[in-house]
């Protein structure tokens, strides 16, 4: 398709949002497959973004002195063997603590999954959150703050320069982990965050003429339950603020006006799942897709992806792909699955828009306080 000059943007934040921000074709127009065809990669030009919330620094051989709060020791080898499996081309992983960092990721993948001649992983981030990706990362910048949660939150943003580029940034990513829990506080704190990275993408689309043409892709772990009213989500879907008074005026997604489509991914390909934390069974925690990937159709078309839940793989499928049925857990035993892995293959190029309930309106604070 020539010098690839479209300026991908990947807001990595968690959550839930339900049914009408789908995107017809991460619901329809894709294949849903089969265990068979699970990881099997787009024979077209594409590329294949995860988001992840590892669990306190439980991916790494050493966590540091601050442990790894609920993983066992077998939870690195699991982890490799996932990434195998996967085989992405960028992620934005959550709950990477200090003293563990960026580099320490960018270590562990040149170690599993290397690439080819000196090229290295290059990696980027700000506690508790990393991007990392196959690319050269041109620009980067993170935002950390407690955002009324009691506990600082990031998001972090790396500008990607790839294959065929004529030079200079060609995807950004922006990475987030918002705020836990149930509380007013807690949704608060949630709603602010959100408010701050569509402040961010207007900013930076005002500051950058080319952003114009280029596409947005909000993934990552928005901590939205399933009673939740996810007003924070409908934001980034929408380009909403509620907070005027602090962040400004609302600003579409993009320069077409439309919302964001939600990839909403099943598990396994061919299951009728979407949730992206725990087993499903939990009384206290009801099944929710708690992570998210969110993107501009106008600019991106979804080939396929995935909620990868290796508890319910069947055995075939298991060992074609090289993994076990624990790996996607942080420990043995049925209180051992935290959050799961979220993956979607994506084209640069545009597809279907997609119908959604959340559309954009000038109207400050349109969506109520919360």
């Known amino acids: 398709m020539g010098p690839i000059r479209s300026l991908l943007w990947l807001v990595a934040a968690a959550g839930f949002f339900p049914a009408p921000g789908a995107c017809p074709d991460a619901l329809g127009a894709v294949d849903a497959g089969s265990e068979a065809s699970l990881l099997a990669r787009p024979t ?120 065929g580029s004529a030079g ?29 990275i569509v402040a961010w993408t207007r900013e930076l689309r005002n500051s950058r003429q080319a952003i114009d043409a280029t596409a947005l892709v909000v993934l990552g772990d928005m901590n939205a339950y399933e009673t939740d009213p996810a007003r924070h989500v409908e934001s980034l879907i929408s380009g909403q603020i509620v907070n005027v008074d602090r962040f400004g005026a609302a600003a579409p997604p993009h320069t077409d006006g439309l919302p964001l489509c939600d990839a909403q991914p099943r598990h396994n390909v061919s299951g009728t799942e979407t949730y992206t934390f ?9 099944p929710a897709a708690v992570d ?32 076990q049925a624990d790996d996607v857990r942080r420990a043995s035993g049925p209180e051992g699955i935290d959050h799961l892995p979220l993956v979607v293959d994506f084209a640069l190029e545009p597809s279907q828009a997609c119908a959604s309930a959340v559309a954009f309106t000038a109207t400050a604070g349109a969506l109520g306080a919360q």
């Open 292 to 323: 998210r990937i969110l993107f501009t159709a106008s600019r991106l078309r979804m080939l396929g992806g995935f909620v990868l839940n290796t508890t319910t793989l069947g055995a075939e499928a298991l060992m074609r792909a090289g993994l």
């Open 44 to 163: 077209t030009p594409h590329l294949r973004v995860m988001t992840w919330n590892v669990g306190t620094n439980s991916i790494f051989d050493d966590p540091g002195p601050r442990g790894t709060r609920g993983s066992d020791a077998a939870r690195p080898a699991r982890f490799r063997r996932m990434l195998q499996a996967i085989q992405p081309d960028i992620l934005c992983l959550q709950e990477v603590f200090p003293p563990r960092n960026a580099d320490d990721v960018a270590q562990l993948l040149d170690a599993t999954l290397p690439l080819a001649g000196d090229d290295r992983w290059q990696a980027y981030g700000a506690p508790d959150v990393v991007i990392a990706a196959r690319y050269p990362i041109a620009t980067r910048d993170s935002r950390s703050e407690d955002w009324g949660g009691g506990v600082p939150r990031t998001h972090a943003m790396a500008g990607l320069e790839l294959p």
């Open 168 to 196: 200079g940034v060609d995807l950004h990513i922006i990475c987030a982990h918002m705020q836990s829990g149930g509380a007013p506080k807690d949704l608060a704190a949630r709603q602010a965050q959100a408010d701050a």
């Open 278 to 286: 725990g087993d499903g069974s939990s009384a206290r925690f009801p």
